[in-house]
């Protein structure tokens, strides 16, 4: 399963899904911190949780990584073959292709 744990800034700081055009500045923060799993986690959650389709997705990405957003989806992308899990390569891996179009 993709969220076996919630997704979190600090030990004691707990983030709550939330439409991936309306982040919270705590939730910005998280986005981009060096924790690439958990970044790419919390983009995914609106798809998986509320059937976002990717365009959405690829939004979310350019508006939160701005020019830098195909290197952040071919970051997730290489994050998520490392860790061996297919359906979020090739989820990403869409992801980046969209960007770079």
């Given at each position: 399963m993709l969220f076996q744990k919630p997704l979190a800034a600090s030990?004691?700081?707990?983030?709550k899904s939330v439409h991936p055009l309306r982040r919270t500045q705590e939730e910005m923060?998280?986005?981009?911190?060096?924790?690439?799993?958990?970044?790419?986690e919390f983009l995914q959650e609106d798809v998986i949780l509320k059937g976002a389709d990717e365009s959405?997705?690829?939004?979310?990405t350019r508006r939160i990584y701005a020019d830098t957003a195909p290197t952040a989806a071919a970051l997730f992308a290489l994050?998520?073959?490392?860790?061996?899990?297919?359906?979020?390569?090739?989820?990403?891996?869409?992801?980046?292709?969209r960007l770079m179009n």
């Open positions: 030990p004691n700081v707990r983030l923060i998280v986005l981009q911190i060096s924790n690439v799993k958990a970044a790419r959405l997705i690829a939004d979310s994050d998520a073959w490392f860790e061996d899990d297919q359906w979020n390569f090739q989820f990403w891996t869409r992801i980046f292709q």
